[in-house]
């Protein structure tokens, strides 16, 4: 009787995570996905404690961690698509650990908002819309690159979208910040060209489903006779999904 009544709880839960998903992922207005976010949240929880609203979601820039070591190096990392702010966080943490703790490390997070509205954000991106995340990036980069005084680094870790807003980023920073960051993107949609940044690094691995227009758009130009931005090629994955959030190593390290 106690088994069955657990299997008919967590069948009652999993339809109640599922229609807050499909809600929060596909319907792409604030307020309005939050009708079915609720109501899923109450079927699965059986109430609306921990419930968060879509529009108290919101991006953010703030120092992860205080180096102990070279004052004139810091370290920016930001996201892509679908990506919580928990998950960002440990991602920042582990990036400060991974350095020893040698470097100043910042969040600039990207808040996710759904599926559907992420990618209409991309979008925007695309047709030269300057979207949130990127006057976010931008204004973060400005502070980093200001907090190390009259010279040194800023390293930028972008992955996925974040290469996307690295590279609009790029067209609104003052030459003489943009100088003084090194960009690396891992994944990213489009590829930075070298003039963008003091000094750019593209990589992907070989199965990343999203780097494959850039690689088909470079290939064509190449053949065409024109110059484009390479992508270094990482450890191929036989999944194209775990291929674009493989390699965490990869993402921590510029």
Partial sequence: ????????KSAVKFIGDGISDLFYHFVPFSGVKDIGMAAGHFIANGDFTNYVPSWNQHSYFRKVGEGSGDHHLNIVCTN?????AAEME????D????????????????????FVADILECIGQCVGICMHATEKLTNGLVNAVTALGDYGTTYLN????G??????ASRYLPSSIASRIDAFTIGSPVALPNRSYGKVKNAAASWDFVSWPTRGYNSMKTKLGGQSAPISTLKTNRSALKAHFYSYGAYKKP
């Fill in 80 to 84: 892509g698509i679908c990506v919580s």
């Fill in 95 to 114: 990036t400060f650990d991974y350095y020893g703790g040698k470097f100043d490390v910042y969040i600039c997070y990207n808040a996710t908002h759904g």
């Fill in 158 to 161: 972008a992955h996925s979208q």
């Fill in 1 to 8: 009787m106690a088994k069955g009544k657990n299997i008919a």
């Fill in 163 to 168: 290469g996307l807003t690295a590279y609009d």
């Fill in 90 to 93: 440990q991602r920042t943490q």
